[in-house]
């Protein structure tokens, strides 16, 4: 009973990780999208620096969540390759299918421990980049709106 209630809280804060990662995704992109639409009629000006930085800010966001979706795969990947090889290990003797399982397992926690952090680093940027391109583009707008003013 404990075994799956904790493969079912697992899978729920898989998928909800997913959907997070996916939704700063799409956020980014529509970032880019509707930046682009602000200004595609106004001339190149030193007033649109705020503006480019934000949509750059938003395309580094963009990148990193692809990149945490592709470590996220590879460590659910790594994962399903453990437990492959430890059926695989039941037509081996118990002492060399212990052995086996010790060095794959410290490998495994080595790859694991090096993606995890990759994703860490991944998942803040995608978050601190759609955050910091935001308030670029509020800094950009309000420029403009001093700049149609004067």
Known sequence: MSENLELELSKQF??????????LLAAAASAIGFAMT???VEPLAWIHLPLGLSVLLWAVSFFAGLRFVEYSTSVTFQNQNY??????????????????????????????????GKMKLY??????????GALLYILWHVLRMGAIDA
């Open 38 to 40: 602000q200004s595609k």
């Open 123 to 132: 998942g803040n940027m995608q978050s601190l980049c759609l955050l910091c």
């Open 14 to 23: 898989k998928a909800s990780q997913e959907r997070y990662v996916y939704f």
């Open 83 to 116: 437990m492959a090889f430890k059926r695989e290990l039941r037509s081996f003797h118990e002492d060399r299918a212990a052995e086996l399982l010790a060095e794959f397992k410290s490998k495994l926690n080595k790859t694991l421990e090096r993606q995890i």
